[in-house]
């Protein structure tokens, strides 16, 4: 079973996110730091949320922050692109009888957009969102608890991401694990390639 992260493996759309907290930082007179980066970084909107709020202590509520987020968001995935060679490794990937899914911390709503506005719905046979289970991608239990809902055992799934927290959870309940190279996680790449089983740039790599 290949698992596909979303947001910053199979599409660029970690930029939002990083424009999304700077405006809404800006806006409540808050500075952006590596800290806040860290403890919101592939995490679910509630977790953000309550991060967010105990982290800079608002008034706000954690409803009214993922509220402005949201609109902050608004249409943006209807215009984020593929990150490279994506479709041309998911083609080998199908030809080849391969099984795929995504599991990923995204708003659900945002990755149908993308899914389906890049076609990509007809490559995996199920997306699992962790925001539904009520969990981050940071703990082995949440990677066991997919690889259940996908009938496999997680020693039988390779899992693709970029974020280092989220590889870390899934090499620990047992899966392999290939990192993808992206920008907004720069800084973790040496940390990544001694993690992971594989790190690569992009998915040209395996073609």
């Known amino acids: 079973m290949l698992l596909f992260d979303l947001d910053g493996t199979l599409i660029d759309s970690n930029g939002v996110w990083l424009e999304v907290d700077r405006i809404f930082l800006a806006r409540h007179g808050l500075t952006y730091s590596q800290e806040y980066h860290d403890g919101v970084a592939h995490s679910i909107l509630q977790n953000c949320a309550i991060f967010t709020k105990n982290h800079f202590q608002m008034e706000e509520s954690c409803e009214e922050i993922i509220a402005e987020w949201m609109e902050l968001a608004k249409d943006a995935y209807d215009h984020v692109p593929l990150k ?3 479709r041309e490794y998911l083609d080998r990937c199908r030809e080849a009888g391969h099984r795929m899914a995504v599991f990923t911390a995204c708003v659900p709503d945002h990755c149908r957009t993308a899914l389906r506005n890049h076609g990509l719905d007809a490559y995996f046979e199920q997306v699992i969102y962790a925001q539904e289970l009520g969990a981050d991608k940071r703990s082995p239990a949440i990677f066991r608890q997919a690889a259940g809902l996908l009938g496999v055992k997680p020693r039988e799934c390779v ?5 280092l927290t989220a590889c870390k ?7 392999t ?3 993808i190279r992206d920008a907004y996680f720069s800084g973790t790449e040496a940390d990544m390639r001694e993690l992971c089983d594989r790190y690569i740039s992009d998915f040209g790599e395996f073609l």
Do not use: R
Request: aromatic share 12%; glycine share 16%.
């Open 84 to 86: 490279p060679h994506v």
């Open 159 to 163: 899992f693709f991401d970029d974020s």
């Open 169 to 175: 959870g899934a090499k620990a309940a047992g899966m």
């Open 177 to 179: 694990v290939v990192g």
